[in-house]
C-alpha cells in the first residue's frame, strides 16, 4: 500500500503528520515552567535536531508531487516558529537573568570588541575564505548543515555597484565564544563575530548587507552492495558523493532582496525556504546545557545504579548458569555489558565472541575491549553496519580499527541493514562448550545507554544461545533461515510471528474473558500489522499501546479500534525499548525486540525478536508495561481526532514512571561496589 493511498484510506494517520505531532509533544516539554531551564533548552536541542533529521530523511524522500508536501512543510515551519517564539520570549530572557548572556556585537564593551578583535587577528581571520557569488559565478559546494554569512558589498570608489560572496562559518571552532566579563557567563556566537568583522575580509569595499544561511540537504546515498569489492571503500565513496544531495531546507534570515539570490543559485523553490528568526541551529547552542557548570539550572544528574545481581557475582558465568538477568538502562548501568564483554575477553577459557555493532559511538569502550579479547587470542568476529544512517563515517573508522587489531570484521547481508543487538560468548568448561549471550534492544553505545530507556537481557539458555550461533551463521556466511527453537528473525520469520500472535489472541478473546494486548515501540507505522489490531480490537481485544514517536494507527474509533488506547511518553530519557505482551488465556508471553512495527524493521532489516520465559523477568515486563499507562504526568493520550492531549492528575496522585524507575533503582542498587567497572553511585534523582 502507498503513502497516498494509506492517508486516502482514512484508515491511519498520515506518517509524517504523526512525526511532527512527535516534535510538538516534545516541544511541549521546553515549554514547561515547572522543569529547570537548561532542561528546556535541551529539549529545544532535541527538536531542532529532530527537524534536521526529519528534512533530510523523511521530507528528502517525497516526491515534489505528493499532495501533502506543502502541509508537511507548512506545519513543520509552523511548528519552528513556535520553537523560535517560545525560545525568544521564555529562554533567552531567563538565560540573561541566569548571567548566561549572548552579546550582540553593538551591545559589546571596550574590552570585549578588542577581545574579539585580537581573537579574529590570531585565530578566525586565517579560516575563513570568502568566496565571489555575484553574476555569473556560481555558489561554492556548500555543506550540510554547514552555516554561512553571505554579504553585499560595493567598491568604496564605485558605491553604485554591489557584488554579493559567501563566507562558511568553520564547523570545528567553538561556536559559543567566551567573552570577558564581571560576572556570569557572556558569550558571542561566532556567527556574529564574523559579521561584525566581515570588514576585514574585503579591504578596499564596503560591506552593505549581511545575512545568514544554512542549508539540510537529502542524506539518502546511492549503493551497489554487491559489487565485489571493498564494502567500506563503496560507503566511504557513497558519503562523498552525499555531502552533493539537493538541498531539502534552506533556513534563511537575510534581507528580503537576498531571498531570489539565494533560490537560484541553490536551486531552492521559495517553499522549501524557512525565514529563520532566532538563533540557528539551536542544537548547538543547547550545548550550554551539558557542562558542569550552572548545577542549579539543570536537573541533577541521573547516576546508573549497578545491578545487585552483578554487583554481587564474583563468578560472572556462574551468576548466568544460575539464571537470567535483565538490565534496565539507563536506572542500571551499561557497566554489565561492559563487564560481560570485558570478562570474555580476559578468561583463558573463552574461545570466541560474536556480536553485532549498530551505532557504537565515538572513542566507544567496547572497542579496546573486543581489541584485547584478539591479543588474548580469543577468536572475534563483529558484524558492523556500515549503514546505520549519520553514524556511517563514525562506524567506518571503529571497524578500520578492528580490523587493523585483527578481529574478523563483516559487513552483514547485501540489502539489509543489521539492526539486532546481540553478543554471543563461546566458552570451554569442564562439562563441553557452553554459550552465554546478550540481547538487547538499543545500541552497544555506553553515551545512548545513559540516556536511553532500553532493556539488555543475559543468559545462558541452550535453546537462546543456540538460535543466536544459527543467527550469526546467517549474516556472516551463506546459511539459510532454519526453524528457531525460540527466536525470530526478520526479514524471514518475525513479521509471520508477529501476525500469529495477535491472530491467537484475537481467536482467545471472549466476552468473560477478553484477550489482552500490551505493546512499547518508538513507531507504529506498518499497514500489516495496524490492520491486525483492528481485527483484534473488533473482536473485543484490549489493546494498550506505548508508541513513543509516530504512529499512524487510529485508535478509539467506534467499530474499528474502540478498544485500543494509545499513549506517548516524552521525559528526560528517551524511551527506546520495545517489548511485546499478550495474554494467550492467561498463560502469557513476554517478547524483547530490536525491531519496531515499521515496513523498513519487518522487511528490510535485520532483527530479532525472543522470549522472556524466566517468570520473574516476564513478569517484571507485565507490571513495567502496564506503568506506562499510569503516568499521568509526562504521558500523551493520542485521540481518534489525531489530536495528543497531555494525561495530567485530577483526584489521583501523581506517578511519573521515570522517576519511579529511578526509584525503585536506587532503591535495589548496592552500595560500595568492589569491581573496577562499577562507578561510584550517589543518591540522586529527577525532580518531579
Known sequence: MTRANDAQSGRYFDRELSWIDFNARVLAEAAREDLPLLERLKFMGIVSSNFDEFFMVRVAGLNDYDPDLEEIYRRSYALMDRQTDEF????????????????????MDERQQKHVEGLFARELMPLLTPVAVGAGRPMPALANLGLYVIVRISENEKPGQTHEAVIEIPRKYPRMISLPAEQGYAFVLLED????????????????????????????????????????????????????????????????????????????PAGKIYRQRGWFDLKTVAQIAFPPAFEDLRRPEWIPRVHPDFEQADDLWALLREKDVLIHHPYESFDAVLRFLSTAAQDPDVLAI??????????????????????????????????????????????????QAGVTVLYGVAGLKTHAKACLVVRREPEGIRRYLHLGTGNYNDKTAALYSDLGYFTAREELTKDIAEFFNIITGYSHPAGFARIDIAPYTLRTKLRRLIQ????????????????????????????????????????????????????????????????????MFLEHSRIFYFHNGGDEEVYLSSADWMPRNLDTRLEVMFPVEDMRHKKTLAELLSLYFKDNTQSWVLQSSGEYVRNEPREEKKARVQEILCRKAAESSVRGSKAPWARELKPQRPKS
Request: glycine share 6%.
Open 88 to 107: 525568544l520570549r521564555v529562554i533567552v530572557p531567563g538565560l540573561r537573568k541566569a548571567g548566561i548572556v549572548r552579546v550582540l556585537p553593538q551591545e
Open 193 to 268: 563575530v564574523v559579521m561584525m568583522m566581515a570588514r576585514e575580509l574585503f579591504r578596499g569595499f564596503r560591506v552593505e548587507q549581511s545575512g545568514l544561511f544554512r542549508v539540510v540537504r537529502a542524506a539518502e546515498m546511492t549503493l551497489d552492495e554487491e559489487k565485489d569489492e571493498d564494502f567500506a571503500k563503496v560507503m566511504t565513496e557513497a558519503l562523498r558523493v552525499r555531502r552533493k544531495n539537493f538541498i531539502a531546507r534552506l533556513d534563511a534570515a537575510v534581507p528580503e532582496d537576498m531571498i531570489p539570490l539565494l533560490s537560484e543559485k541553490l536551486k531552492v
Open 354 to 403: 560474536k556480536q553485532t555493532l549498530y551505532r557504537f559511538g565515538d572513542f566507544s569502550p567496547v572497542i579496546p575491549i573486543l581489541e584485547m579479547a584478539v591479543e588474548r587470542g580469543k577468536q572475534v568476529t563483529v558484524l558492523v553496519e556500515l549503514k546505520a544512517r549519520f553514524d556511517e563515517a563514525c562506524n567506518i573508522s571503529g571497524a578500520e580499527r578492528l580490523v
Open 504 to 571: 491467537r489472541e484475537t481467536m482467545r478473546s471472549r466476552k468473560s474473558e477478553p484477550g489482552l494486548i500490551l505493546a512499547k515501540m518508538n513507531s507504529l507505522v506498518d499497514p500489516g500489522m495496524i490492520e491486525l489490531l483492528y481485527q483484534a480490537s473488533q473482536a473485543g481485544v484490549k489493546i494498550k499501546l506505548n508508541v513513543r514517536g509516530v504512529c499512524c494507527l487510529k485508535p478509539g474509533v467506534p467499530g474499528l479500534s474502540e478498544t485500543i488506547e494509545v499513549v506517548s511518553l516524552v521525559d
